[in-house]
T-cell receptor
Framework: GDSVTQMEGPVTLSEEACLTINCTYTATGYPSLFWYVQYPGEGLQLLLKATKADDKGSNKGFEATYRKETTSFHLEKGSVQVSDSAVYFCALYSSGGYQKVTFGTGTKLQVIP | DAGVTQSPTHLIKTRGQQVTLRCSPKSGHDTVSWYQQALGQGPQFIFQYYEEEERQRGNFPDRFSGHQFPNYSSELNVNALLLGDSALYLC?????????????FGQGTRLTVV
């Protein structure tokens, strides 16, 4: 079945440092790929998405490129802020007729001033 | 647009009891999915409802059941609660006619079983 593997955290960075959170996936067909963010005590917010190979999703300075050849969708940001501290989930939407979302285990990011 | 709303936000139940969680989808959405997120884990798919029927189910026991109403809102029922059912339960809505481009998540219901 579908699965998502992302790097374990927590990741601790100083403000303005570069961020990379690795994500790889296993899926049949042609899934869409997403990054969600979860702030403490809150639900999931969509951060960015890519629906086909070589697409780049971007939002709020975060970027991720859908790499079919390496089955990866790594999240990157050039300069993190304290407000970016949260848990980040890589996810894929199955390509079948039913929309089922498979999530990774999440990576906690802590940005210190 | 209120987005996806879930109720209650928190509740505490005793082992062996039954619980019902509620979800109102985003306006214009016809499909509701439920997820369980244990502490420190990613959400796990429980099941999905469309046209008032369960049409896909994850690896959860029959103690977990649901319902979708004609107005597309949904309920998640869990019987014979176990301590391990303590988790954040997330509802997500989407629109089949829109091609399922994105699922919108609610804020979740935090269930604690004691």
């Amino acid at each position: 079945g579908d699965s998502v593997t992302q790097m374990e955290g927590p990741v601790t960075l100083s403000e303005e440092a570069c961020l990379t959170i690795n994500c790889t996936y296993t899926a049949t067909g042609y899934p869409s790929l997403f990054w969600y963010v979860q702030y403490p005590g809150e639900g999931l917010q969509l951060l960015l998405k890519a629906t086909k190979a070589d697409d780049k999703g971007s939002n709020k300075g975060f970027e991720a490129t859908y790499r079919k050849e390496t089955t990866s969708f790594h999240l990157e940001k050039g300069s993190v802020q304290v407000s970016d501290s949260a848990v980040y989930f890589c996810a894929l939407y199955s390509s079948g007729g039913y929309q089922k979302v498979t999530f990774g285990t999440g990576t906690k990011l802590q940005v210190i001033p | 647009d209120a987005g996806v709303t879930q109720s209650p936000t928190h509740l505490i139940k005793t082992r062996g009891q039954q619980v019902t969680l509620r979800c109102s989808p985003k306006s214009g959405h016809d499909t509701v999915s439920w997820y369980q997120q244990a502490l420190g884990q990613g959400p796990q798919f429980i099941f999905q409802y469309y046209e008032e029927e369960e049409r896909q189910r994850g690896n959860f026991p029959d103690r977990f059941s649901g319902h979708q109403f004609p107005n597309y809102s949904s309920e998640l029922n869990v019987n014979a609660l176990l301590l391990g059912d303590s988790a954040l339960y997330l509802c997500a809505s989407s629109n089949q006619a829109g091609g399922y481009t994105e699922a919108f998540f609610g804020q979740g219901t935090r269930l604690t079983v004691v």
